[in-house]
């Protein structure tokens, strides 16, 4: 077994079962390529969580899922306090990795295990914890599960949300924790008082492999605005439609997202502006466009530079774009993100203590820790990724990092149980 | 009945009847804003083949489809000669409208009836074709039956072509010749010889109405090339990856898409340039594109014009964009095509005996009389459409302007048939 290296560590991991149950765990919407497709809901994210349901009975701890579809492993404590939660998210993009969500939710299991192993005591319940639709790619918004349980979005308005199939969000999300019910998960309320949260995560970014790191201590997250924008022209003959005649929503939306663009491109490099999903209507090789639809996902660590973009940007979406018309909906905004220091500090003082030499840093990405941190001290943990790639089947971590990872992590969580 | 004003023409047309069916055949795939969304080979496509067996029963035409899947709706001339065709097709965009292609089946049937109740005698058989997928919206190439009868194409290499929902090409045709026999259609072999063609068809431009026009006798028609563009980048997180360290294919692709209009923008207002198709993988709002795929659709009177673009387009294609690789290919290619003089001749003469006033003009739109016309004598007839709308519901015509375009077809057609 591949243990951690110094005794003085509250618990030993099992470096090897981590690296094996990241594994099976990648095996739930295995792609040809080596990556994964999970998407939130689906009928392989569902055959995962009865898998961790399995996990969590062989580990003696309790599988409870709540109505936002989030599910809870709880390991109890000797006293009735709020819990400390642990944990990440199972569902991948489309074309996802294996490492993205799983790695934090696999650390939450071996914690459970090495708990189980020592017999330890502690005062509060450690519950790990997988949130429910992290990635937003099948129903938006992202990290929904977590905004539900922070309160920050409530689940009325999500019902009737359909995927690009046209199964309803409710639908889906109805037979899920049926699914997860059938398997011995119990329901539980939405919601509920939490001590701290911990979520250990791949960087998806190549800065701690550059530096050959392997731990990061994340002390916020960058802010992040998702508009989406709808294109109105008309369609027409491509053949016999002079260009003067012309309301070509693609020439329209083309030129728009440029315009959108222009503004973003900053000599530091740090502002993130990224069109992802961009469609044409009916999209037929010769009928002019008479709708485009596309995406756009804005971030920065400075609001007041988001604000003034936003601002830029609506007065651009109020313009004619070759004869089209313009709707910009901006459906999600996420204020940036400081953790908490108590918790950062728990972190530091167990990367200390495992030997592991790490660095502070941002987050370029959104996760579930960015609603957990209004609602309890919170903070994450990075381990490195291969060139920083990720949402791509060709995400790779390393075994030693995953460990020593999960080790800060595990480290940092059993002292504030104990709290 | 609203019949054809003067004796001299050599059939009497019924131009309530031809009204009628043309808002019975728009029955079939019929969106509810008024338009027409009837696939090529789709069920509804099917239901409308088997509506016109029953239409070619009750006026004693025999029906036919051949391996293509065209049809052919014949009326015996008293001589054993090549035959003369007279039609169009009834597929249609996905967002199509009443009018185009089946204005000219219409017509054909409108010259059967009148055919009928007249017991005109003919010395060349009389045929109403419809040609298969003109529009290519589902299967691409479009006018994809006229290019099979005509020899241009070859059908093996189409057998595998699948549509969006990835239905096979060969399977929709063959279940649908299977049920146009079940209907009473017969068999027959792909490509015989033709005396002429002639195909009405609605302008789908703004010329005749401009003019005050109600007929044009078509001389010509604009070259065309379509490519298939893929970019290909890298996807990333949108949220860590700096702009340095992307090879985002959205971007990529815009840009290209903005490079190859460029040379294409004339102060003639003459070429035809447009982007109908574009798609991003995987399509997810925090994901950099990976791939990025785009129809070009490009058009001119000039051959040596549009050669010339084509070699400014591949050496665009070769260039780098954003980092990201590109991979075009044309995929259909049609010189501009100049119709025969006699065929012209008649026409004018049609319009010059019932009275209606016509100009000449070249079409914008490729059509099925575009493959055609390389096999024998071939022109148009066409007629106005509301402010030259088509592939659009809004498309519009005027009851007396399609019983004008009738007319002028069918007295020519008949003359052709007597020769």
Redesign the interface.
């Known amino acids: 077994m591949d243990r951690s290296p110094l005794s003085s560590l509250p618990l030993t991991i099992d470096g090897e079962a981590l690296w094996r149950r990241l594994q099976e765990l990648a095996t739930f919407g295995a792609r040809s390529d080596g990556g994964v497709d999970r998407p939130a809901l689906s009928a392989t994210e569902r055959a995962a969580r009865r898998r961790l349901i399995e996990w969590a009975d062989a580990l003696g701890a309790t599988s409870h899922i709540d109505p936002a579809g989030n599910m809870f492993f709880r390991r109890a404590g000797i006293d009735d306090l709020d819990p400390v939660l642990f944990g990440s998210h199972i569902d991948s ?3 996802g990795g294996r490492y993205d969500g799983a790695y934090g939710v696999v650390a939450g299991f071996a914690l459970l295990e090495a708990a189980a192993r020592a017999q330890l005591v502690h005062a509060r319940p450690i519950e790990v914890v997988v949130w429910n639709n992290e ?3 099948r129903y ?1 918004p ?1 990290a929904m599960g977590s905004a539900l349980f922070a309160g920050q979005i409530g689940l009325d308005a999500l019902r009737d949300v359909q995927d690009a199939d046209g199964l309803r969000f409710a639908d889906e999300l109805e037979a899920t924790i049926a699914d997860a019910k059938a398997a011995g998960a119990r329901e539980r309320k939405l919601g509920f008082p939490v001590h701290a949260f911990i979520e250990p995560h791949i ?4 800065i701690l492999e550059r530096e050959g790191l392997p731990v990061g201590i994340v002390d916020g997250i ?1 802010g ?1 605005r ?1 508009y989406r924008v709808t294109v109105h022209g ?12 012309r309301r ?1 929503a ?2 329209g939306a ?1 030129e728009l ?2 315009a959108l ?1 222009a503004p973003t ?1 900053d000599s530091e ?1 740090a502002v ?19 709708r ?1 639809e596309f ?3 804005l ?1 920065h660590n400075d609001d007041a530079l988001l604000t003034s973009l936003d601002e830029v940007f609506t007065e651009l979406a109020q313009r004619s774009w070759s004869g089209c018309s313009v709707e910009m909906e901006r459906v999600m905004t996420l204020s940036p993100v400081s953790f908490d220091e108590r918790v950062i500090g728990l972190l530091e003082q167990g990367a200390r203590t495992s030997g592991r030499s790490y660095r502070r840093m941002t ?4 996760h579930d820790a960015t609603h957990m941190a209004s609602l309890c001290p919170t903070a994450m943990v990075f381990i490195p990724c291969a060139a ?5 089947p060709l995400e790779r971590i390393e075994p030693h990092d995953a460990l020593a990872g999960a080790e800060v992590a595990i480290a940092a969580i059993v002292a504030l149980a104990q709290s």
């Open positions: 993009q489309p074309n990635e937003g790619s938006s992202g960087e998806q970014g190549p960058q992040l998702w008309s369609s027409a003959h491509a053949g016999t439609t002079p260009r003067a005649a070509d693609f020439v083309a997202a440029a663009r491109i490099d993130r502006f990224t069109i992802g999903r961009f469609r044409v209507f009916p999209g037929s090789p010769n009928t002019i466009a008479e485009a995406s756009v996902d971030r987050s370029g990405a959104f920083g790639i990720s949402h791509n």
